[in-house]
């Protein structure tokens, strides 16, 4: 393909894709005045919903029946994947972490966000410090791996003293002569990992707790003061009661999060060292192992997970806006 070639490519493509919006546009112009509404529906939704259908319905439909084949996807095995998965006791690591995953980690951030929350906004200059606890989320999962890996690195003090990972270099600076090698410090390894994850949600909790704080009206919290609500009394029965649907929201963000969390695992571990959860096994048997339909079978299983979280989510939001 010449460069002149590419060059009329490039610019004849969204010409046309101009010229073609400007047709469809004049004939909508041109049509009765009943039908405008459904064609402006079908002109707008209608690429969109092809798009949507191409690229996530068939391959989620596709995905499912693969689920049920074999590794090659040549040969009808029906559950002998999802067998597999919850019957095989080298699986029930990745299912342990996966759980541990998300239970402890979007009840840390929540409550890390909170506490940040109630303390910042007390403060004169509170945009400052919560742009800086913020800012994680504007990093990408595995640019914090590679920070955090610096923080967990690790030499044997005998042939290294002087130690790159802060974790190490603090500790012996405290009087531990010979730390240990933190990443494949099992089963304590699968929590630093999880350190990364609330390091990068904590801020997102904060922001939004923030906010719904702010949001609640004055004349509650005064006349809650004037009835000797003060310190925990206020903030049990007050404050977390008027937020309790926005925290059930950043905990089920954070869940779903946590339940598709890759690249951390994939980073810092590779899955190895006990460390494995199941976003990461679905990887390794999709694209190492080759095994399609055991990678199948857990997207599915991934899916299913999400998806009641999703619906709760979506149900708490519509309650939020009804009260509104």
Avoid: H
Wanted: a positive charge; proline letters at 5%.
């Amino acid at each position: 393909m010449t460069t002149g070639y590419k060059l009329f490519l490039t610019v004849a493509v969204p010409c046309l894709f101009f010229a073609t919006l400007l047709v469809v546009f004049w004939l909508a112009s041109k049509t009765k005045a009943r039908f405008q509404t459904p064609l402006a529906r079908l002109i707008f939704l209608g690429p969109a919903a092809v798009l949507l259908f191409i690229g996530l319905v068939i391959p989620a439909l596709q995905t499912f029946w693969k689920g049920f084949l074999n590794d090659d996807s040549t040969k009808w095995i029906g559950l002998k994947n999802y067998g597999w998965i919850f019957t095989t006791p080298d699986n029930r690591t990745f299912l342990i972490n996966t759980l541990l995953w998300i239970i402890i980690t979007p009840i840390f951030s929540t409550a890390l966000g909170l506490t940040l929350a109630l303390l910042l906004d007390r403060m004169k200059r509170e945009s400052l410090p919560k742009s800086l606890i913020f800012m994680p989320m504007a990093i990408s999962f595995v640019g914090a791996s590679i920070i955090w890996n610096l923080v967990y690195s690790y030499k044997d003090p005998s042939v290294s003293p002087n130690q790159t990972g802060l974790l190490s270099a603090i500790m012996i600076r405290l009087g531990l002569s010979d730390p240990p090698n933190w990443i494949l410090w099992q089963p304590w390894n699968n929590f630093l990992l999880m350190v990364i994850m609330i390091w990068i949600q904590t801020g997102f909790a904060m922001v939004v707790l923030s906010a719904a704080i702010k949001a609640i009206p004055t004349d509650v919290t005064e006349a809650a003061m004037l009835d000797g609500a003060s310190g925990w009394s206020l903030f049990s029965k007050v404050t977390v009661p008027m937020i309790r649907g926005t925290l059930v929201v950043v905990l089920t963000t954070i869940a779903i999060g946590v339940l598709k969390v890759f690249d951390i695992v994939r980073t810092m571990t590779g899955g190895n060292f006990g460390t494995q959860v199941l976003a990461n096994e679905m990887y390794a048997q999709s694209f190492v192992q080759f095994n399609y339909g055991r990678g199948s079978a857990l997207a599915v299983v991934l899916f299913i997970a999400v998806v009641p979280l999703i619906v709760y989510n979506i149900v708490q939001l519509r309650k939020e806006q009804s009260i509104r």
